[in-house]
């Protein structure tokens, strides 16, 4: 295997083969910048052994003729595609596994061997990366039910978890569930989630239990080397007070709004604990931004749940009990209401394809934003409600007004990798699929 990483003007080649179940590892540092004159020309070769099964690394000859600096190499280990980054201290001579990388190697693509974990796996959003990979099983003709363990259509191995797996603000049961699935992948979804009046009642414990699942699952991921972690934030954790549409530069520029100020800030930083990772130890930490979500097995609480399951519920009910519909506040706030399954696909390609410090927002088009009457009067339609709705009309059941965010860089690397557009649902369309699944499982699955 022969890895090429540039340096400025200069190339580094990796050569990494096995022999007598150690992975040796070369390591050439060329002036060349093509590998077919390697051998001629290398100045200096490092000789490494990885152990395949700790994914250790024992430097048993170091041969070091001319070395011109100090370089940092990051190698990604083909045992269990971790990445390795392998220094050389110039003064010492010593040879040492940790430290920043500067370099990162383009990663193999995902396939058999690897095993990704999903950190809340049993809800909205876990479901909808469930039904994204099911998609694509379809599109390939190897259709799937829905299950909680599975291998997708690269071969890879997916475990969705829940609290009943592991309760994650707990280190030692974290600890437990990364030792049993030994993950090369996360998507860290995981959280204590509500709508705008569990966080208004909630704040202390929306910061407290987010902040620690949070620094349990990033830290065994580090302790265990996974290949790239993806978590999950949310367009609340952006400034009340800005100018719009949000980009990703804004993440840190002013206070969240306070309704849900302990849940914005512990997932902000839970986006400063990923960069961190990322630039002292070379982790691919990664994080991605959604917009208001919902979807089939959702959380249709009738006080805790965001404002489209909640709706769904209580239409649901005065329908059944004749009763009169009055809903919070005046309808007036605006929202980007964005389809589980499409953040499914989305996450998808987070996984196989992004890999910077920046986040990366998940979201409709700015066009598409819709206000909370509009979609009130949608989930009326749906579910044949034909009384009156009426509004309390308190504009402090509004909670924030806006937080329009831009989904453009996301759609421009989309379709840059992809070379074509992302596709969305019609709003329409999964709204009324949600409203439908809610009514077929209320007795059974819907979480009420
Ligand atoms: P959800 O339906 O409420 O699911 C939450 C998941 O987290 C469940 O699998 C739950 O497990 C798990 N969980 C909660 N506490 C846990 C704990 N202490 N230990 C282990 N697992 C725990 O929420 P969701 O809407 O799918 O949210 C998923 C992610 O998306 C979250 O990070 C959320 O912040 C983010 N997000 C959501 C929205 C939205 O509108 N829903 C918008 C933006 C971002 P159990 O099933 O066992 O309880
Ligand atoms: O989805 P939601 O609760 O969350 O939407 P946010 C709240 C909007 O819907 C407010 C109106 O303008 C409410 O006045 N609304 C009307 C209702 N009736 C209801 C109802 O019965 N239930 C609910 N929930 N809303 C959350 C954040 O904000 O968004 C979280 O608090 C998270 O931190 C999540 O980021 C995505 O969009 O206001």
Redesign the pocket.
Known sequence: MLICLRRKSKYVWVVMFAINETWQCELLHSDVPTWVHWPCVCLCVFRCTVMPTQHDVVWHECTCETVHRSHHVAIASPIAKKTCVFSHNINTGTMSIGGSAHERPTLAPMGRGDIVLV????????HGIRSALDDELRARKLADVEKREYIDALGVQWVF?????????QTTATQALFDRVRPTHVV??????GGLFRNQRQNVEMFR?NSA?NDNVLACAHEHRVTKVVS?????IFPDRTTYPLDETMVHDGPPHDSNLG?AVA?RNLDVLSRLYRRQYGDRFVTVV?????GE???FHLDDA?VIPGLIHKFHRAKAHGTPMELMGTGAPLRQFLYARDLGRMFLWALRNYDEESPLIFSVPELAEVTIKDVAQSIARHLDYDGAIMWTGDERQNGQHKKTASPDKFLALYRESQGKEFEYTPFDQALRATCQWFVEHYDTAARV
């Open positions: 950190t809340g796996g049993s809800g909205l959003v876990g978890a829940s609290s009943t797996d592991a309760d994650l603000t860290h979804l995981a959280a204590m989630v239990v699942i999950c934030l949310s367009t609340c849940y997932k959604p917009t208001n979500v919902f097995h959702d959380n965001h």
